[in-house]
């Protein structure tokens, strides 16, 4: 049975908002403030929540996080208690060729468990437009509002964050044949 919008809202304020809450601190480490934070960031969500389909999964879970820590840090700049920062890019201009993409990496439990430690790898910008682009299947343009970025720099973060999981997968691959003695040097 589907849950009416009431009730998944309900369901995430009984359940997420103390989480939401510590995400809401580690940035501004003020408990008020974290306060003023999950308040913004629950209107966000009260906008988005037609679009989440089971409120009870990890990925939704995951989505309320976001929202309240990149609202808190939005607050800490508008008061001039933080400066924005450049998101530091990784360099990967020089790709391993041949080095399976990660389709074929998930084929297998092996290659599952690769895509996720690669995850956790990435950058929490790479990692945030993944999940929002990716498993939430968020446009660009919803993606942009929710990370208070332009759906521009979306697009942009996508792109090297998919080249930055290949060049890990691909180090992963390469790393387990030499280490079972497959690899032709």
Same mark, same amino acid.
């Given at each position: ?38 308040? #913004?960031?629950?209107?966000?969500? @009260?906008? %988005?929540?037609?679009?989440? +389909?089971?409120?009870? !999964?990890?990925? $939704?879970?995951? *989505? ?59 950058? #929490?910008?790479?990692?945030?437009? @993944?999940? %929002?682009?990716?498993?939430? +299947?968020?446009?660009? !343009?919803?993606? $942009?509002?929710? *990370? ?38």
């Amino acid at each position: 049975m589907a849950m009416t919008k009431r009730e998944k809202l309900n369901y995430i304020a009984e359940n997420y908002m103390r989480l939401m809450w510590h995400k809401a601190y580690q940035v501004t480490s003020d408990a008020h403030t974290s306060e003023d934070a999950c308040q #913004e960031a629950f209107i966000k969500i @009260i906008r %988005l929540a037609d679009e989440i +389909e089971d409120v009870t !999964e990890l990925r $939704a879970k995951a *989505l309320c996080c976001i929202i309240a820590k990149n609202t808190a840090i939005d607050m800490m700049r508008k008061n001039g208690r933080m400066k924005p920062t450049e998101d530091v890019y990784l360099d990967l201009e020089n790709e391993h060729e041949g080095s399976g993409t990660p389709e074929e990496l998930a084929e297998s439990a092996e290659g599952i468990e690769s895509i996720k430690l690669a995850l956790e790898k990435l950058p #929490e910008s790479y990692r945030e437009v @993944i999940e %929002l682009r990716c498993f939430y +299947e968020f446009s660009a !343009e919803k993606t $942009a509002e929710i *990370l208070g970025i332009n759906a521009n720099s979306v697009n942009i973060r996508l792109s090297r964050a998919r080249k930055a999981l290949r060049e890990l997968l691909g180090g992963e691959k390469e790393e387990r044949t030499e280490a079972t003695g497959n690899g032709r040097k």
